[in-house]
T-cell receptor, first 111, second 112 residues
């Protein structure tokens, strides 16, 4: 059973609008969460992270929200740009242990 | 130059053949990892190494072996390749805290 779920395999958004990517997890021991972005023919690259002691972390156009009671996190991209089109992976881990990745969501930002 | 490199980038092999995928890093990290990516399954951990003398199995280690030749080098071997090992393979590194991993560009492997 997947411990990290991304229930939307794909998402299409108009350029300039907000993109919201969602991630749910089942393991309450996870205390650190990350988002990675992957372009075709490249490896995943780190985008943004959040510790379980916070409920929000912001970096430019990217904001990650964490709702521990719901075991849910989301990545907001505002405004969305065509260069944001990629696969986004959610990852989680208990401190000192290994990452668990979600299956990914393919974001398409339409011009 | 890329911090994490993988060779080869693409490989086609036949069932039963032995194959080695190589990873090198210039980030000076102690921790290195091998993952495979399959459609709809995300990235799954095969093996990881926290230093040259430390090797650990990950979630899906059956059919694979690894060698940590130096701090900067971590190789993945398929002793006898089978078609369901067709996948995209990624090497990654991280520092001591392990909070962020840095990935190589990947090796696309096709086993016929």
């Amino acid at each position: 059973d997947q411990q990290v779920k991304q229930n939307s395999p794909s998402l299409s958004v108009q350029e300039g609008r907000i993109s919201i990517l969602n991630c749910d997890y089942t393991n309450s021991m996870f205390d650190y969460f990350l988002w990675y972005k992957k372009y075709p023919a490249e490896g995943p690259t780190f985008l943004i992270s959040i510790s379980s002691i916070k409920d929000k972390n912001e970096d430019g156009r990217f904001t990650v929200f964490l709702n521990k009671s719901a075991k849910h996190l989301s990545l907001h991209i505002v405004p969305s740009q065509p260069g944001d089109s990629a696969v986004y992976f959610c990852a989680a881990y208990p401190y000192g242990q290994n990452f668990v990745f979600g299956p990914g969501t393919r974001l398409s930002v339409l011009p | 130059d890329a911090d994490v490199t993988q060779t080869p980038r693409n490989r086609i092999t036949k069932t039963g053949k032995r194959i080695m995928l190589e990873c090198s890093q210039t980030k000076g990290h102690d921790r290195m990892y091998w993952y495979r990516q399959d459609p709809g399954l995300g990235l799954r951990l095969i093996y990881y190494s926290f230093d040259v003398k430390d090797i650990n199995k990950g979630e899906i280690s059956d059919g694979y072996s690894v060698s940590r030749q130096a701090q900067a080098k971590f190789s993945l071997s398929l002793e006898s390749a089978i078609p369901n090992q067709t996948a995209l393979y990624f090497c990654a590194t991280s520092g001591f805290s392990g909070e962020t991993q840095y990935f190589g560009p990947g090796t696309r492997l096709l086993v016929l």
